[in-house]
């Protein structure tokens, strides 16, 4: 099956500038997530969608970043105006996510993530 | 904030022999996932292990959970130079039917030929 897809693979831009991640997850896949990726860190989660609903943005920077999933499927992430320590890898990911007999089958399929440089 | 602490942060050894990385975690979990990432293929789920579970095989990984302790080991035996990566785990938290995965900091595992 394919996997999840994202696009740009790579991009640079100038602080204050503006830029759009966009994510098509594994189909049938319920849940869809954005993480944060910083250079020898591990993920952390930005957004979580339950089809086209968010059910987590807490630790979203709202100020500057939005997200949506119309229609359950795509979702792009933005950024503006973008700020240096944005430089991260933004990375996309999807599960099944549902629940049966008191226990969650999230297993996470990620995508090969975007690198976004900020000068 | 990252729930999960992996240590050690890098480990490096020959192929054949065994690697070992624990990761110790805060809050009480429905389960704690392995990842592992390289810059060929992203990140990829190794294992899932439920806190009802005390240890799961799959071919050359074993992971254990010990919830009273709050922590979980993964074992992989006989590595090759492919097992060069970094290894995250993640807690599923038990935050209602969020499904939120927190994951750690990682272990940079270098495998030498």
């Known amino acids: 099956e394919a996997g999840v897809a994202q696009s740009p693979r790579y991009k640079i831009i100038e602080k204050r500038q503006s830029v759009a991640f966009w994510c098509n997850p594994i189909?049938?896949?319920?849940?869809l997530y954005w993480y944060q990726q910083i250079l020898g860190q591990g993920p952390k989660l930005l957004i979580q969608?339950?089809?086209?609903?968010?059910?987590?943005d807490s630790q979203l920077p709202k100020d500057r970043f939005s997200a949506e999933r119309l229609k359950g499927v795509d979702s792009t992430l933005k950024i503006q105006p973008a700020k240096l320590e944005d430089s991260a890898v933004y990375l996309c990911?999807?599960?099944?996510?549902?629940?049966?007999?008191?226990?969650?089958?999230?297993?996470?399929?990620f995508g090969p993530g975007t690198r976004l440089t900020v000068l | 904030s990252q729930q999960g602490e992996e240590d050690p942060q890098a480990l490096s050894i020959q192929e054949g022999e065994n690697a070992t990385m624990n990761c110790s975690y805060k809050?009480?979990?429905?389960?704690l996932q392995w990842y592992r990432q390289n810059s060929g293929r992203g990140l990829v789920h190794l294992i899932l292990?439920?806190?009802?579970?005390r240890e799961k095989h799959s071919g050359r990984l074993r992971v254990t959970l010990d919830t009273s302790k709050k922590s979980s080991s993964l074992l992989i035996t006989a590595s090759r130079a492919a097992d060069t990566a970094s290894y995250f785990c993640?807690?599923?938290?038990?935050?209602?039917?969020?499904?939120?995965?927190?994951f750690g900091t990682g272990t940079r595992l270098q495998v030498f030929p």
């Open positions: 969608f339950q089809n086209n609903g968010v059910v987590d």
């Open positions: 292990i439920r806190s009802n579970e």
């Open positions: 809050t009480s979990i429905n389960n």
């Open positions: 189909s049938g896949h319920a849940t």
């Open positions: 993640a807690t599923d938290a038990l935050e209602g039917n969020t499904d939120k995965l927190i």
């Open positions: 990911a999807s599960s099944l996510g549902y629940w049966y007999g008191g226990e969650s089958y999230n297993e996470q399929f």
